[in-house]
């Protein structure tokens, strides 16, 4: 291909864009959206995503534009923030422009001009003021969910998108718990397209991604940043994200005593709740570690039990904890079906979830439980019980199998010498 044709197919916006990156048609109440999320982790491709949905307006380019717009908002967290990344960025509106499309910028007005007469106004969320009298077609939002005074500034934008037939809007962000953002989410007249870091991958330097999926992978923050996962506390919940954070090592010491805790489902099938398999083990200074989860979904219980004695055999725990409220001794029949040798030690739970709970995430509190390594399930089960139980209504599994382990070890009598590990 000649360079001719090929700076023509680069510019083809429509041809190499992602899935995440395209807009939806309609939106939930089966209208034209009005509001477009792209929610995304670090480099998932959302500014280079929105400066080329602003660049289709303008032009009125498509299958993303009809016709072109006359006025359009650009808001960025501050005005650095709007010029360095979202016009000046390396994915900003002047890289993606053709040469002969590109508009020009004028720094000390604020604005953007294409030759068709097309206008895009700078403004700082910083100064939700600042938008108070333009008006505009379109607008394109990023980082929103870390602005400062976002609902001031969301709100002044929101009158000044009132020109053309439909006004729209696109919010380029990683998401952060915001109520603006969840208000936003449940929004009929909005739509979401959402992606990984790793989405983009082949757009990122290989040892970026290796490097920061290694160190924050499964950790709130990387699910935040990498995943563009909205996680957020529940107000009263046993454990928050920073505590279960906090208690994050990377490796265990030499363990005493190793145990494998197992909270069986009362039925199997599709509809059935998880089977809870966790493994934890207590050190000589007192303090737990978390090892593993590998609970099960919708298991039978050949499955689950086969999966718990794997486990208790791959990490040579001394006992295998089980609860029998369920199944009684057909419990400990199953498991004895599958290896006889297996020490079982059944459990009984005479108090309900909270109460057994309570005294385990003090320990957390205090410092003696620790996590060793990342369990995102498990740990999204601590962080969203309440009084209530789960949000959800479903039952806890895995955190009642770290329950059971936990307590066993670290708040149970001994019963046996302890054997020094080293894992």
């Known amino acids: 291909m000649s360079e001719a044709e090929l700076a023509f197919l680069d510019a083809q916006w429509d041809v190499f864009a992602h899935d995440h990156q395209r807009p939806p048609l309609f939106a939930a109440n089966g209208r034209p959206w009005l509001t477009w999320l792209l929610i995304g982790g670090r480099g998932a491709g959302k500014t280079r995503a929105g400066a080329e949905w602003i660049r289709c307006q303008a032009l009125g380019l498509a299958p993303f534009a009809s016709e072109p717009v006359a006025r359009i908002a650009l808001v960025g967290e501050t005005e650095h923030d709007v010029r360095e990344v979202m016009i000046e960025g390396v994915s900003g509106l002047l890289a993606v422009h053709p040469p002969d499309q590109r508009p020009q910028w004028q720094p000390s007005r604020k604005r953007l001009e294409w030759s068709n007469g097309a206008v895009a106004q700078a403004f700082s969320a910083d100064d939700p003021q600042s938008l108070r009298g333009p008006q505009f077609s379109c607008a394109w939002s990023d980082e929103m969910a870390k602005w400062r005074y976002a609902q001031d500034a969301f709100d002044m934008l929101q009158f000044g998108l009132r020109l053309g037939s439909q006004p729209r809007q696109v919010i380029t962000t990683t998401p952060r718990p915001t109520a603006l953002l969840k208000r936003l989410l449940a929004d009929p007249s909005a739509v979401t397209t959402h992606a990984p870091t790793r989405a983009n991958a082949l757009n990122l330097a290989p040892t970026f991604l290796e490097g920061v999926m290694a160190r924050y992978a499964g950790t709130r923050l990387g699910r935040q940043e990498l995943d563009g996962e909205l996680i957020e506390d529940r107000p009263d919940a046993l454990w928050s994200r920073a505590l279960i954070e906090s208690c994050r090592v990377v490796d265990a010491p030499p363990l005493q005593r190793l145990v494998v805790a197992v909270d069986p489902p009362a039925s199997s099938g599709k509809r059935a709740d998880s089977c809870g398999i966790v493994a934890a083990g207590i050190a000589e ?58 020490p079982v030690t059944p459990v009984r739970a005479f108090r309900g979830k909270w109460l057994r709970a309570e005294p385990v995430a003090t320990l957390y509190a205090q410092g003696r439980v620790k996590h060793a390594g990342c369990f995102p399930a498990l740990e999204d089960e601590m962080a969203d019980f309440g009084t209530s139980g789960l949000s959800n209504g479903r039952s806890p599994d895995r955190l009642d199998a770290l329950v059971w382990a936990v307590s066993h070890l670290a708040l149970a009598p001994r019963i046996a010498e302890p054997r020094v590990r080293v894992l």
């Not at 099960?296 to 794997?310: C, F, G, H, Y």
């Not at 904890?321 to 006889?340: H, L, Y």
């Open 285 to 342: 200074n007192g303090v737990t570690y978390v090892l593993a989860d590998d609970s099960v979904a919708a298991a039978t219980p050949t499955l689950w039990a086969s999966k718990a004695i794997a486990l208790w055999r791959r990490l040579d725990a001394d006992a295998l904890i089980v609860e029998i409220n369920q199944g009684g001794e057909m419990v400990k029949a199953v498991i004895n079906e599958i290896d006889r040798g297996v």
